[in-house]
């Protein structure tokens, strides 16, 4: 490890900013909407077996990688193993098979998205891996999450007014002008998407533990609490009973190969699996700390996160009628009504929306960590010098995907490119990354994370990386052992089956 390194100061630091990064708008915009989408208790079940039989083995293997190697998720595998092995060759031969398979189902942009991961893993071998969860998959979600990003800095900006909470048509006419764009007011949807990318950027560029440690210590716990409070509140509404049947009672018949794969995905982009972030922030971490403990407690915080989110949100949407489909724009129909019947709203309403932000902040940060922790080291650049080129390559997407939010009726002729020329069905360049990026990408690096560490590495040397120190943790570790070589790939390779309509 090189001497220079920055170092958390402390576990209980880096427990803070890992979770930081776990908990975001994951867990209340996105958990709500995907949940909603998809039928609530069932998608709930199949979330928490994706969370606790695939992401959390998955977290420990990223961690372990990360400390390990003491290099950023670029280069961690290539310098713990091989470049190219046999596992590596296999890999890319499937993806071969898989691009067949989607030409033979007309889905040329499938096809071409697995032949080059085939072209990628047949010259880069592993390395190929580092590259896609440094700056492929961390950097398309950086995009489309500065784009909500911005959402949330408008309302931390008009909630202090308080008329969004009082007055359902003000909230109707702010949502329509931002999230839905519909009333054509792009301009504050730009500005704002690319506030909020900057300014991640700037945070990024200030270095490890005094940009990203001590915002998380600070506002972490506070979005607990709020959450909270909004739960006391909306549950003693009338028919909030119908929202908690929705969150507790399952309905198997609603449960879609669809659905199973945004569970998935919703799991890989909730912790933060299969971009990178683990092993880049695994890498800073230093020798004494215990990472079954660790991933467990990030894992059980952020998975309480969400829950909380869902207790806070649906009792409230059933009570007012509005529909669990409502889409990417759900949290933003409910939570000014929620806000709206709390005395003193706008104090409450901007406190929250103040600390989403903030967890907004610290989850996008870790996006751009492993990238400029790549740049840094291939091209000796400064930590500043690497950020700006981020903010240069990637700055022109955030525009392009905020406008694009609603639907491509405000792109026409990029929204023509995408549906007709390449056949995609997805709605809008913003749908296109985030289903790219949590159905595919991060899947498919988090089965291959699994199988790097139980066969190319070897799980023994992830073991001893993990330093166990009591029951609790060797136990863990046991099980651990077991699930990662045996459990979690196949329900990964089930999923993805499941989800091409290949398997049942
Ligand atoms: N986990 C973050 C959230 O829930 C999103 C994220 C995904 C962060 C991938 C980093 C990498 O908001």
Redesign the pocket.
């Known amino acids: 490890m090189s001497p220079n390194r920055e170092f958390w100061t402390s576990s209980k630091g880096f427990v803070l900013a890992m979770a930081g990064?776990?908990?975001?708008?994951?867990?209340i915009w996105?958990f709500s909407y995907i949940m909603g989408k998809y039928g609530g208790a069932a998608f709930i079940l199949v979330y928490l077996a994706a969370i606790f039989l695939i992401g959390l083995p998955i977290m420990l293997c990223e961690l372990s990688l990360g400390r390990a190697s003491g290099k950023g998720p670029l280069e961690a595998m290539t310098e713990l193993a091989p470049r190219r092995t046999t596992l590596s060759f296999l890999t890319a031969v499937a993806l071969i098979l898989g691009a067949a398979a989607f030409v033979f189902k007309g889905m040329y942009f499938h096809a071409g998205v697995a032949g080059f991961f085939a072209l990628g893993a047949l010259l880069f071998g592993w390395g190929f891996l580092g590259f896609t969860v440094t700056f492929l998959t961390?950097l398309m979600?950086a995009v489309f999450?500065s784009v909500v990003g911005g959402w949330i800095i408008i309302y931390t900006i008009v909630s202090p007014l308080g008329k969004i909470f009082r007055d359902p048509a003000a909230s109707a006419e702010l949502l329509g002008n931002i999230v839905t764009a519909s009333g054509g007011k792009y301009w504050v949807t730009v500005a704002a998407a690319s506030a909020f990318f900057l300014a991640t950027a700037l945070i990024v560029m200030a270095g490890v533990q005094k940009g990203i440690e001590r915002f998380s210590k600070i506002f972490m716990p506070l979005i607990f609490i709020l959450i909270i409070v909004i739960i006391v509140r909306v549950l003693t509404l009338p028919n909030a009973k119908e929202g908690l049947r929705f969150l507790f009672l399952p309905d198997f018949s609603k449960m879609t190969a669809e659905g199973v794969m945004a569970a998935l995905g919703q799991a890989f982009?909730?912790?933060?699996l299969g971009?990178g972030?683990g092993i880049a922030y695994g890498s800073y971490l230093g020798r004494s700390s215990s990472l079954p403990k660790t991933a467990f407690t990030i894992v059980l915080l952020d998975t309480i996160a969400s829950i909380l989110a869902g207790l806070a949100i649906f009792p409230l949407l059933f009570s007012t009628g509005l529909s669990p489909e409502e889409g990417t724009s759900l949290v933003f129909k409910v939570l000014p009504i929620a806000f709206g019947k709390l005395p003193l709203s706008a104090l409450w309403g901007t406190l929250f929306f103040f600390t989403l932000l903030l967890a907004?902040l610290t989850?996008s940060i870790?996006?751009l960590e492993g990238a400029v922790q790549g740049l840094m080291q291939k091209l000796y650049l400064p930590r500043g010098k690497a950020v700006l080129l981020l903010i240069i390559v990637l700055g022109p997407l955030v525009p392009l995907t905020a406008v694009s939010s609603a639907n491509f009726a405000n792109v026409p002729k990029l929204g023509q490119f995408f549906t007709e020329t390449l056949k995609l069905r997805s709605e809008s360049f913003f749908a296109i990354l985030d289903n790219t990026t949590c159905l595919w990408l991060m899947p498919l690096a988090g089965l291959m994370t699994l199988l790097f560490v139980s066969y190319v590495w070897g799980n023994k040397k992830a073991l001893e990386e993990m330093n166990c120190f009591n029951a609790f943790d060797w136990l863990f570790s046991k099980i651990w052992l077991f699930v990662v070589r045996f459990v979690s790939p196949v329900l990964v390779i089930l999923a993805f089956l499941k989800g091409l309509g290949i398997f049942f």
């Open positions: 990064s776990a908990i975001g708008l994951g867990n996105r961390p979600i999450y982009f909730t912790l933060s971009s972030v907004a989850s870790s996006m």
